[in-house]
C-alpha cells in the first residue's frame, strides 16, 4: 500500500493560537451586546472552534452540523448532502460558522444559504485556513485565520482519509 508522508510544519500551534486570540476579539467586538450562535461544521472545526470559543466574550451557544459533497462531481454541482442537522433554532439568530478550511467554497455557499433559509438574521463565515486558489463559486469569508497555497493540508482538524486530524499543527501530504 502507498504510504502517504507529510511534510514540514507550515502553521505551529503557537501561530494558531495567536490567531484565533485575534479573531475571538474581532468577533467580541462586532458583536458587543448582542448573542451568537457558533456552528462549527464536523469534524475538521473542532480544533480551531475551541481555541476560538475561549477568546469570544459574548452571550453565545454553540452548535454542530456534519455535511458531505455528494459524489466525486460535487465541486461543481454544488450540492451539498447534511448528515447531522443543527439542534438549535436560529430564527433571528447571529450565525458565525467556523470552518477549517474554505476551498471550493461550494460547502459554504451552500450552508449560508441553508442558514439564511432557516430564518438567521445573520450568517459570518471563520475559517481556519482559506485556500483561494482552489476557489469555484464567488463567496465572501469574514474572518480568516490563514491563507494557505493549493495544497493538500493536513492537521489541526484536517484530515486525509479520517486521519492526522491530531497532529498539533498545520503541515500537508507530500506525494
Ligand atoms: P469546499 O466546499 O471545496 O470549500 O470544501 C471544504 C471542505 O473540503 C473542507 O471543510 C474540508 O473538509 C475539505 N477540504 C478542502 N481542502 C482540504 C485540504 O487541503 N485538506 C483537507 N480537507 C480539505
Ligand atoms: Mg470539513
Known sequence: MHENTIGTVMITQEEILRKAKEIGQ??????????????????????????????????????????????????????????????TDIDGKIVIVVEDIVDSGVTLNYLKGYFTSRGAKEVRICTLLD????????????????????????????DFNQKYRNLPYITYLEG
Open 26 to 87: 474581532q468577533i467580541t467586538e462586532d458583536f458587543q451586546g448582542e448573542e451568537i450562535v457558533m456552528v462549527g461544521i464536523l469534524r475538521g472545526a473542532v480544533l480551531w472552534m475551541a481555541d476560538l470559543m475561549k477568546n469570544v466574550e459574548l452571550d453565545m451557544t454553540i452548535d454542530f452540523m456534519a455535511v458531505s459533497s455528494y459524489g466525486a462531481a460535487t465541486k461543481t454541482s454544488g450540492v451539498v448532502k447534511i448528515n447531522k442537522d443543527l439542534d
Open 131 to 158: 485556500k483561494p486558489d482552489g476557489r469555484r463559486v464567488d463567496i465572501h469569508v469574514d474572518y480568516i485565520g490563514f491563507t494557505v497555497d493549493d495544497l493538500f493540508i493536513v492537521g489541526y482538524g484536517l
